[in-house]
């Protein structure tokens, strides 16, 4: 039986924003109202002689008090929001959320990977956010998620969709050239398609490379045109010497060896990460993809030392 609480995370957390903007509203109101009074009220014509006034035990009560309760409330509805957001239910669905440039990795407890976050309708997910490379932040509007992904640390949030559908995630903090384009998904989908999902299936189609270098961020990196951004272009990338030490031609062989171990090829100061959620056939994919650019004269990537990733 599903806890009231796990409806209520986005209710209470535009609440908060409610109760906030209201109260602001009001004090607007208020001192705009007492300005316009006091400019009539004591304007020099009504009051040629300056009025003297005495201490008001009462008023300045009521002048501490009164912030104090409005502060302490807005404290208090920030806090039960807050809290409802990163204290996951028990029993939730966990999923590890990896950020790096310019690309979502999520992990399920069975081991799979996905570009995109699949969740089934109704059930709660707990999120454990993290980086491998820079600060990130992971920016889901529709269930007012906002966390940091930051290396070397976890952190914690929950959602449940209430509704089939696709919502958008988003990079919120700038990461680099490729911050624009770290847009990902969360597809909430039935407990059936969910299953399917999980299971691998269906796989009726083989895997695009195109599709998957967009996914896997590979583009935030590298272009398919010959111009440089982070790392070498694709076009006509395969044949050409390497930024390897061994300066070894950017061959099937060597593609293969850089989504394993970019570190050891390009040296421990590449930005490249590792791409271990790639299985064989969408490893196979993407190198089939990267050697259809073709290998022109001329367009040699030049990219900077360890810059880019495939």
């Keep these: 039986m599903v806890a009231p609480r796990l409806v209520n995370v986005v209710q209470a957390v535009d609440n908060t924003f409610l109760l906030i903007f209201g109260l602001s509203a009001l004090l607007l109101l ?12 004591y304007s020099r014509k009504n009051n040629p002689t300056p009025a003297t006034f005495s201490g008001n035990f009462w008023a300045e009560l009521i002048w501490i008090l009164a912030p104090t309760l ?49 969740v089934p309708v109704g059930v709660p997910v707990g999120l454990s956010v ?44 700038y990461c680099g050239v490729g911050h624009a384009k770290m847009l990902s998904a969360i597809k909430a989908v039935s407990q ?22 967009e996914a896997q961020g590979c583009l935030g990196c590298h272009s ?16 050409t010497k390497s930024l390897a030490k061994d300066g070894a031609p950017v061959d099937r062989a060597f593609v293969a060896a850089l989504l394993h171990d970019p570190a050891a090829r390009l040296g421990k100061a590449t930005m490249m990460p590792a791409y271990p959620a790639l299985t064989a056939a ?29």
């Excluded at 398609?193 to 270098?213: L, N, T, V």
């Excluded at 398919?224 to 044949?239: M, Q």
Aim: with cysteine; hydrophobic share 45%.
């Design 70 to 118: 409005l502060v302490m409330g807005m404290f208090y509805s920030g806090w039960h929001s807050y809290r409802a957001l990163r204290d996951a239910p028990p029993g939730a669905m966990q999923v590890k959320v990896l950020a790096h440039m310019w690309a979502w990795d999520f992990e399920y407890a069975n081991g799979r990977h996905s570009p995109e976050l699949v």
């Design 130 to 173: 993290t980086s491998s490379d820079v600060l990130h932040g992971f920016f889901a509007p529709a269930f007012r998620i906002k966390i940091d992904a930051v290396p070397g640390m976890t952190n914690h949030a929950w959602f449940r969709a209430d509704k089939a559908g696709e919502y958008v995630i988003f990079c919120s903090v």
């Design 30 to 41: 208020g001192i705009t109202v007492a300005m316009i009074w006091f400019v009539i009220r």
């Design 224 to 239: 398919l045109d010959g111009s440089v951004i982070v790392g070498p272009s694709f076009k006509g990338l395969f044949g």
């Design 192 to 213: 059936e398609e969910f299953d399917r999902f999980m299971a691998g299936k269906p796989a009726a189609s083989k895997p695009d490379g195109r599709a998957i270098a």
């Design 282 to 310: 969408d490893r196979e994919a993407l190198v089939n993809f990267l050697e259809s650019l073709g290998v022109k004269p001329g367009s040699a990537g030049q990219g900077t030392a360890g810059g880019g990733r495939p």
